[in-house]
């Protein structure tokens, strides 16, 4: 039943895409409908009875499903159709990564019941630091016409591409945008960290051990920390905001999602 949520869900993404964004009204709806059924395709792979199915591909998917969402809503505030020309695609993509990849089940059973809220916060500070990382390419994408390529900003000579860069809105608006969205992440980010650190024989049956994931989500932490501090005491911005959080995106990434996937895929081991 979720393969073909999934499969629905994909076609829509990939169609939403590339519609002229003057159809603004047909984009919208499909991208809720698409959102709703890649919703209901996860809920149905990852909840099974008494257990959890989790892997790198349930959690890109999920990631992407969070991402979709704060476009469509953010997209009703500011124009922001640069995003959906870049988050769709890849939306597309990670949504149909669970039927290839299909993970592994953890059973409940003996489980502490803040298991399931421990991984819904994980995943909820993986996805939304994933919509800051999309938001910083797209800044770096829109910092770099406006300084170097000024003329492909007009919608008669640099095309569709072009007309999209055109249409976002300010620097400065795109940037508060995502530090509110850093901000965000890094509190949920914060809570996954101390409840993995001050429960983790609860949690997951043994003592913290100091191991890659570990490792590399408490840089991260840090990563995304220094850079908010930075921009409280000392006005960071710019290429220097950009860099902390494309850096910090991509060490999340490889403590759970890079992990799981050599795990996974090279590997072929189960879940640990």
Request: positive net charge; proline residues 3%.
């Amino acid at each position: 039943m979720q393969n073909y949520s999934f499969i629905a869900a994909a076609l829509l993404y990939a169609s939403c895409a590339f519609l002229p964004a003057r159809w603004r009204l047909p984009i919208s709806g499909g991208v809720a409908l698409a959102w709703a059924l890649h919703g209901l395709g996860l809920w149905s792979d990852v909840v099974v009875q008494d257990s959890l199915r989790l892997g790198f591909a349930q959690m890109l998917s999920a990631a992407l499903w969070i991402s979709v969402a704060v476009y469509w809503v953010e997209n009703r505030n500011m124009a922001l159709d640069s995003m959906r020309v870049l988050m769709l695609p890849v939306a597309a993509v990670a949504v149909l990564l669970p039927i290839v990849f299909p993970g592994n089940v953890v059973a409940l059973d003996g489980k502490t019941a803040l298991f399931p809220w421990h991984v819904a916060v994980a995943m909820l500070a993986y996805s939304t630091l994933t919509t800051a990382a999309f938001h910083a390419v797209l800044m770096a994408v829109q910092e770099s016409h406006l300084h170097a390529h000024r003329a492909l900003l007009n919608e008669r000579k640099g095309g569709w591409y072009a007309s999209a860069i055109a249409r976002l809105p300010a620097l400065l608006t795109m940037e508060k945008m995502l530090f509110r969205l850093i901000a965000i992440g890094f509190g949920l980010l914060t809570l996954t960290v101390l409840s993995g650190l001050l429960f983790s024989e609860q949690l997951f049956g043994k003592a913290l051990t100091w191991d890659h994931k570990t490792i590399f989500t408490l840089l991260s932490w840090v990563l995304f920390g220094v850079l908010l501090a930075g921009r409280h005491w000392r006005g960071w911005r710019g290429k220097t905001a950009l860099t902390f959080t494309l850096t910090g995106f991509v060490t999340l990434l490889l403590a759970y999602v890079g992990s799981r996937f050599v795990l996974e895929v090279v590997l072929h081991r189960g879940l640990t």
